[in-house]
Every structure is written in C-alpha cells, then in structure tokens.
C-alpha cells in the first residue's frame, strides 16, 4: 500500500505517483502580504508544512515553493491607509509572516518567491495566452476570455452557466465577458507599474502563481496546495492560464485543499470581524498547541479553534512535554517502535490522516508511561519506543517538540534555531546584511557558523 491522496481535480482519492520518480515538486499558496495573517492562514501553513515534512521522512526529495503576493490592490489600499509606499507595506508584513511562520516551527521553502521578482515570468506567459488568442488586450488592460478555454470550470466543477448566475463579477467596460478575469492591470496614477508590451501596469493576481509555480517546477508538477476558499477563482484561473499558454499539457497533477478554521462556527477570513490573528494565539498558547489543533481534524475538513478544542490540544501538547521530560532519549529503534511507526505511516499514507496520526503519537506515550510507572526510566524497552516518538513528532508538531520541552520559545537551544533558520532565509533571499548581522547575535550567544551548500551550520557553541 502506498500514498493516496485526494484530489480536488477528480474528487477522487488517487494513488500518489510523482512526476519524476522519488521527487516531489510542490507549490502552495502564500500569503497576499497587507496584513498580519489570521489563524485560518497560520492552519493551511501548518498543514502544508506536515505534508511537506511527511513527504520527506517517507524519503522523497521534495522542492517546496510558496510565494507572496507582493504587489495587489489590498496592498495598495493599505499603503494609502498607513501614508506608506506599497514596497513598504509588503516588505513589513512579509516580515511579520516569517516571523509568526517561523514560530510555528514552519520550515521555509527552498524558494520563497516574490510577485514582483517575476514580472518578466509573467509578462511571457500573457504573451503566449495573447498569441494563442486566450486572452485580449483592451484599455492597457489584458483580459482572459474564459470561453476561450474549454475546460474553463473543471478544478470546481462549475459550468459558465453557473457561473454567471452564481458569482459577483467586477465590472470593467474593456471586458467582452463578465467572467473575464484580469490578467494584466493597466497602471492608475500613483500605483505602482512596470513596463510591458500593453503599457505601464502590473500582474493580475493569479497569474503569479501560475508563471512562477511552473517557472520553478515546471508544467505537470506534483502538488498544488491551499485553502478550500481559493479553489475558485484563484486556483481555477490558474489552470487556465497555465495549460492554455502550454498549449493545453495538464498543469498539476494532485490538487489538496485544506478546510477552513471555524471560530464558534463562522469562517474565519479578513471580511469578517471575528478574526483572531495568528501571532496573538501562538503568544497566548504557545507554537505547539496550536500546530496540534490545526491538524487535529483531517486537513480537509474544517476545523474549530473554539475553547473545546483548545483544551483537548494543550492536554495532548502537556502530556507530550511531561512524557519528554522524564523519559530517556531515543535509542535504536525497537520492534514495537517499529509496529507504531508502521501505524503513523499507515494513517498518513491514507490522505495524510493526522487525527489518526495524533493518536498514535498518544498511544506511544500512553505505553511508554505505563513502562515507567512499572520500572522507571531505565525500563530498556524506553529508548527504541522514544525514538518511534521523535519519528513522529518530527513530521507533526516539527522542531517546535524540542524546543518547548526544553523550557519554551525563550530557551537557548530554541533562540540559536531560530536565528540560524532565520540566517538560512536571509542568505537564500541574498540578503546578506541581514545575514551578517544575524551571525553577530550568534556570536554574542557565543555560538560560531559556517556556511555550507545546505545552509548554516553550527560549528561550535
Ligand atoms: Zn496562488
């Protein structure tokens, strides 16, 4: 038996077969950088980052790409807002986001990619839907015509029809359709605009991720991620651009989409007035709990962030950090280590079933408390059973585990992690002065590194 997954594309649940043997390529959707993220945006990174790393134990190399949406009329409309220019605005919240991420004990991508790194990306692939006469230009504007493209509603399962009854359109006067959605924006006063062959303007939103997904991975490439509520228009309009501009070759193979996080029952998005924003709730429950209520339920299903739920997570997070903190450290692997582990891959093999996979977790606690209620913990069995946890923990609560059973986010051993995760991101991003200043503060912890082809290394402390 191997991986299934579900796919959005089919409905179905499909036997995982990657494009290239043993490799993964993966691209989720990041965030639209005017804001702190709320919870809900904080659970679709967790999920995707258990994905990621389950992908990884199970030994396939995977290339993980998300992006931020860097340039876009929220960021602007917050800009004019904050009496800050847009790069302003997206440089301060994409900070904001790797912090709150990186609290999370969310690993950063291989490539974090920026909008506004890629115009040229884009500006090539409307040309391309232009040319094979996908998309017109009109008023300095690009449009997609959506029926133009036949397989226009497949991802949601939507007809035109259906559309055009169900769905609150913009209205543009250079559109021929109502459904035609922008692909290029033609430059209003004041905004911010790069050259193309239609004028000043900028990218439309989704076709970013489209340019910059198969920029990195290529087209047919393995995952496709994000919340259920991007399926339509964003991922959608995605397909569209992608297949009709490489002339129709199938754009990504599985399509996950994680459920909404509910608060007392209402989604939770940044139109509503109930949001609770990600940074809050990890300062007030800490990394762990939270990363256990965001997969306590299946990925795709929503989940309740309610008072419920926050009491079961930090009773199964505090029964974890009491277990660690008396129990040995792992050792060899041992037969009933090995029976848990074979149980955690079974759930996860099974669309990635994290609720089954938590309760795993917690039966290995359960049996290894009852060995060091009978004969301590020198029990032999203990380190083979621990190191089954440590596997586990590893892909589902990720280095945040360690971190907080050594005495929370303020211990040491957490702060040198996080600097030198936080290094590792700033060289990848070339920004070198910030990368500098990062292996001073190590230094002062009196914490020496190296740079090697996999990022920082720690050679003395
Ligand atoms: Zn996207």
Redesign the pocket.
């Known amino acids: 038996m191997g991986l299934v997954v579900t796919n959005t594309l089919t409905r179905k649940k499909e036997d995982f077969v990657p494009r290239d043997e043993g490799k993964v390529s993966m691209y989720v ?1 990041g965030p639209t950088v005017y804001g702190d993220i709320h919870v809900g945006n904080a659970r679709a990174m967790v999920v995707f980052d258990v994905i990621r790393r389950y992908l990884l134990w199970r030994g396939f190399d995977v290339t993980f790409v998300r ?1 931020y ?1 860097d340039v876009d009329d929220k960021i602007i409309a917050r800009a004019a807002e904050e009496g800050l220019s847009s790069e302003e605005v997206a440089f301060k919240y994409s900070a904001a986001f790797d912090e709150v991420v990186a609290s999370l004990g969310i690993a950063a991508p291989d490539h974090p990619v920026r909008a506004t790194e890629h115009i040229p990306d884009m500006v090539e692939m409307i040309q391309s839907l232009i040319e094979r006469g996908f998309a017109y230009e009109a008023g300095g504007s690009v449009w997609f015509a959506v029926d133009k493209f036949k397989d226009y509603g497949k991802l949601s399962g939507r007809t035109l029809a259906d559309m055009r009854a169900g769905e609150r359109v913009e209205p543009d006067p250079n559109k021929r359709q109502p459904l035609d959605f922008a692909v290029w924006k033609a430059a209003k006063p004041g905004e911010p605009a790069w050259d193309s062959p239609w004028g000043p303007g900028r990218p439309g ?2 076709i ?2 489209s340019a910059m997904s198969m920029r990195y991975l290529g087209t047919g490439f393995d995952i496709h991620g ?1 919340g259920s509520d ?1 399926v339509f228009p ?2 959608e309009n ?1 397909i569209a651009q992608a297949e009709a501009a490489t002339g129709e070759k199938p754009f990504v193979r599985y399509w996950l989409h994680n459920g909404m996080v509910n608060m007392g029952n209402e989604k939770m998005s940044k139109s509503l007035g109930n949001l609770v924003l990600a940074k809050d709730l990890v300062a007030e429950v800490g990394p762990q709990v939270m990363r256990i209520m965001a997969i306590a339920g299946s990925y795709r299903s929503g989940v309740d962030f309610g008072e419920a739920s926050l009491e079961q997570a930090t009773r199964v997070s505090e029964r974890l950090d009491s277990f660690r903190r008396d129990a040995p450290a792992g050792g060899k692997l041992s037969e009933e280590g090995r029976q848990f582990l074979n149980r955690f891959t079974e759930a996860m093999d099974d669309d990635f079933n994290t609720p089954v996979a938590l309760g795993t977790m917690q039966e290995i606690i359960r049996r290894g408390n009852t060995l060091m209620g009978t004969s301590g913990p020198d029990d032999p069995q203990l380190p083979g059973l621990v190191e089954a946890l440590d596997e586990i923990t590893g892909v589902l609560v990720g280095p945040v585990a360690h971190a907080q059973a050594e005495g929370g986010s303020d211990s040491p051993t957490a702060k040198i992690e996080e600097l030198v995760e936080q290094r590792d991101r700033a060289r990848k991003e070339k920004d070198f002065g910030r990368a500098d200043a990062i292996r001073d503060q190590l230094k002062q912890l009196g914490v020496v590194v190296e740079d090697t082809p996999q990022g920082t290394r720690v050679v003395s402390s």
Do not use: M
């Open positions: 959707c992006n949406t939103w989704h970013e991720c994000g991007l964003h991922h995605e």
